[in-house]
């Protein structure tokens, strides 16, 4: 895929695609509903909150993030330096796996299983509530899954690929943060075993929003770099 984007009419699709995709998944990010404390460590709101227009939005979410790997190989294609480019030839399959269990968390953990087992709940059976405690619990685990791969792992090697190059300013700042506080969110549900308030809306999500701002000033730029070549838009 990194070979492929040496071409100036290929990078100008790429750049298209991975700013298109970002947009949409900041899109969903600013009318997701907030993740707080209440709602994931009582499992009868946790599953109460797995709506229809819940499990859209994650699916439409899902389908976006699927960019992020081109959006990732568009920046391993410009590494100059040999570790950079190692790093970057690293950052793909990173972000692949990151991509793949975020999908696996929106859509199947945190939409569509809660979302069939709300009818299971209400029949208040024996270990009703006790299976959905459990729910919640997986939930928790994939999210942070996700953290450790995609946006504390990822972030780190695009901050560190960038570091390497020389690049400074959001290039490097950008991703840097969002590493941190990704790798802040991780240890606050870790050690509180759920996640909380200031896990998902102090800190995972600021993380991933400095990504996706990351990934909007990635793709202008290289849009605005082709145009000067002649490249049509």
Request: hydrophobic share 55%.
């Amino acid at each position: 895929m990194i070979d492929h984007l040496q071409d100036a009419t290929t990078r100008h699709a790429a750049a298209t695609l991975g700013l298109v995709t970002t947009i949409a998944v900041a899109v969903v990010l600013g009318i997701h509903p907030p993740g707080t404390t209440p709602v994931h460590d009582d499992p009868m709101v946790f599953v109460d909150t797995a709506s229809t227009f819940f499990v859209l939005i994650h699916v439409v979410g899902s389908v976006a993030t699927l960019g992020f790997v081109v959006l990732v190989a568009l920046w391993a294609s410009a590494r100059r330096t040999p570790m950079a480019r190692a790093i970057g030839t690293l950052a793909v399959p990173v972000a692949t796996i990151g991509v793949t269990v975020g999908v696996i968390h929106m859509i199947a953990v945190d939409s569509i299983a809660p979302a069939f087992y709300a009818d299971t709940l209400a029949t208040g059976g024996d270990g009703a509530v006790a299976a959905a405690d459990l729910m919640v619990r997986i939930h928790a685990g994939t999210i942070t899954t996700w953290s450790v791969v995609f946006w504390f792992g990822l972030q780190a090697l695009l901050a560190a690929g960038s570091a390497l190059d020389g690049e400074r300013g959001w290039r490097l700042w950008v991703p840097a943060v969002g590493a941190l506080l990704a790798l802040a969110s991780i240890v606050v549900t870790l050690t509180e075993k759920v996640l909380t308030t200031l896990a998902d809306m102090g800190l995972f999500r600021p993380s991933v929003t400095l990504f996706l701002v990351w990934g909007i000033l990635l793709t202008v730029a290289e849009r605005r770099s082709l145009a000067t070549e002649g490249v049509p838009a």
